[in-house]
């Protein structure tokens, strides 16, 4: 298949599009840089409301991921419309242009989060859930609204809720590294949030999956099926570093450098359950958190010792 996809220079966007290749598949990256574009390669720029619609005909599939990173920096009054824009603005000028092709894609795959459904403390929340409150809930609900006019065209959407992406190479398990190789690890809080993750492996065969499986649509929860909470997260992953982590770290301090932000990513509890992925009879390659962090640290020292 001819497949797009936004956000792939991203810790998932990068991984998808070597996985796309390797099974086969046409990957054109779309990129922000004008004066430099390969043949593989379709500029836009999303800010300025620029894409070429003409070179979307014939493609099978988009995938839309770009997005400003969330917890790059603190949530001030411009970052959080820096956030929102980079997701809602860019997923309307997307669904807009495919929706106006003579030749559309079968399928459009845009990201979203389980920041749809705030914090819910020990309740499991699967996609029929309801929505949520708070800046993410809402930033979510308004990223899979925009993606509307390609669904009223006739394409299928896909909005792909995801929950931690696991990846030595990026997101919260690189930054996590560090502390806890030091034996400096703990919990946030009081670690009785839950944390709903997926591996990057799994995350990005879910995204495939989606592509090719025709039946799915709507909101899809992009997690493992065994979320944990935070001081269980902590002591696994001490556990396969090989080091202790009893340096837990109180709400409250937490709250006053990070504000919002640590409300709504690192003590909020979602207990996420991946009903449409289970029910469309997805296979996990690492379902359970200890195999899948034994094996993303793994990969990574091999592909670290290789280069």
């Not at 894609?105 to 749809?116: C, E, L, M, Q, R």
């Not at 309740?123 to 859930?129: D, H």
């Not at 879910?206 to 899809?220: E, L, R, S, Y």
């Not at 469309?280 to 990969?299: C, G, I």
Request: net charge positive; charged share 25%; aromatic share 6%.
């Amino acid at each position: 298949m001819r497949i797009l996809v936004t956000g792939s220079s991203g810790l998932v966007g990068s991984h998808l599009i070597a996985a796309l290749r390797a099974k086969g598949h046409d990957a054109i990256r779309l990129v922000r840089n004008a004066e430099n574009v390969d043949p593989g390669e379709i500029y836009w720029d999303p800010e300025k409301g620029e894409l070429d619609s003409a070179k979307l005909e014939g493609c099978n599939a988009v995938v839309h991921l770009a997005g400003e990173n969330i917890a790059h920096k603190l949530w001030t009054t411009e970052q959080k419309r820096k956030i929102r824009n980079s997701r809602i603005e860019s997923t309307k000028l997307f669904a807009k242009a495919l929706s106006q092709l003579s030749s559309p894609p079968a399928v459009f795959v845009s990201a979203s989060a389980i920041g749809y459904y705030g914090d819910r403390g020990a309740e499991e929340v699967r996609e029929k859930s309801p929505i949520g409150i708070g800046f993410l809930a809402s930033l979510c609900r308004e990223w899979e609204e925009a993606a509307r006019p390609a669904q009223q065209a006739g394409i299928r959407v896909v909005n792909l809720r995801f929950g931690i992406v696991l990846s030595p190479e990026g997101g919260v398990l690189k930054l996590m590294l560090v502390p806890f190789r030091l034996g400096l690890g703990g919990p946030l809080g009081s670690g009785q949030q839950y944390m709903s993750w997926i591996s990057i492996f799994d995350a990005v065969e879910a995204i495939v999956f989606c592509i090719t499986n025709d039946t799915i649509k709507g909101p899809v929860n992009i997690v493992s099926p065994s979320p944990v909470t935070n001081a269980e997260f902590t002591k696994v992953l001490a556990t396969v570093l090989g080091k202790s982590a009893s340096l837990a770290v109180p709400a409250g301090p937490l709250r006053m450098i990070l504000k919002g932000l640590a409300d709504e990513l690192m003590l909020a509890s979602t207990r996420v359950y991946p009903e449409k992925l289970l029910e469309a009879d997805f296979k996990y390659q690492a379902p359970k958190l200890e195999p899948a962090l034994r094996r993303l640290m793994a990969e990574f020292e091999k592909n670290k010792a290789g280069k």
